[in-house]
């Protein structure tokens, strides 16, 4: 179904370190996955994308990680820095559903100096 | 290379009004997405246009409505306002929409207040 934003959970992180973020998605057919930051008056902005076909892409400081069996993602923020503090979206493409990203509730990540 | 423009930035209006929003897309993209974003519901699609056709639709009343001129720009329409409308209204473009590795590219969106 449609994701709600019931809670948000927030993940605190010490400046230098690794973050992790966790996302389960909702539709085992989906094949196509992107992660969004979104800062504090802005649009998502995109971070890294991963199609169903992968189980690991890197980008810059960024990792992404794809579990079909559990149907569960993950982005890694390699030595968060205080720019990381943010909102992060995990979203999937719904087979034959053109144009529309599905997201779930999102993370708030906090990092601390 | 400029991004999605979305006018205006905010806007507050009463009950019972309607408001048109509008969105440029990202130079060479067909693809125009339309999201609502509130804190209760988090960010929900509404739908999409390409070539100036709606081909996908969100779970929305018939008060929300939207097109996309031949230029790809795209506006959306809501008509007899309720306060449940206040949200984050973000646009995205991107090639073509499909699942075909090509990710949506969004706005700042347009921050709409009813009162």
């Known amino acids: 179904g449609e994701s709600v934003g019931l809670h948000l959970p927030t993940l605190s992180v010490q400046e230098g370190d690794n973050s992790i973020i966790n996302c389960a998605y909702s539709n085992s057919a989906s094949d196509y996955f992107i992660w969004y930051k979104q800062e504090s008056g802005k649009g998502p902005q995109f971070i890294i994308d991963?199609?169903?076909?992968?189980d690991k892409r890197q980008g810059q400081r960024v990792t992404v990680l794809l579990n079909k069996t559990v149907k569960h993602l993950s982005l890694q923020i390699a030595a968060t820095q205080p720019g990381d503090s943010a909102v992060y979206f995990c979203?999937?493409?719904?087979?034959?559903?053109?144009?529309?990203?599905?997201f779930g509730a999102g993370t708030q990540v906090v990092v601390t100096p | 290379k400029a991004g999605v423009t979305q006018t205006p930035r905010y806007l507050i209006k009463t009950r019972g009004q309607q408001v048109t929003l509008s969105c440029s897309p990202i130079s060479g993209h067909r693809s125009v997405s339309w999201y609502q974003q509130t804190p209760g519901q988090g960010l929900q699609f509404l739908f999409e246009y390409f070539s100036e056709t709606q081909r996908n639709k969100g779970n929305f009343p018939g008060r929300f409505s939207g097109r996309q001129f031949s230029n790809s720009r795209s506006e959306m329409n809501v008509s007899t306002l309720e306060l449940g409308d206040s949200a984050l209204y973000l646009c995205a473009s991107s090639f073509s929409g499909g699942d075909g590795g090509q990710p949506q590219h969004f706005g700042d969106g347009t921050r709409l207040s009813i009162l």
């Open positions: 979203a999937e493409t719904p087979p034959d559903s053109w144009g529309k990203l599905q």
């Open positions: 991963i199609r169903s076909n992968m």
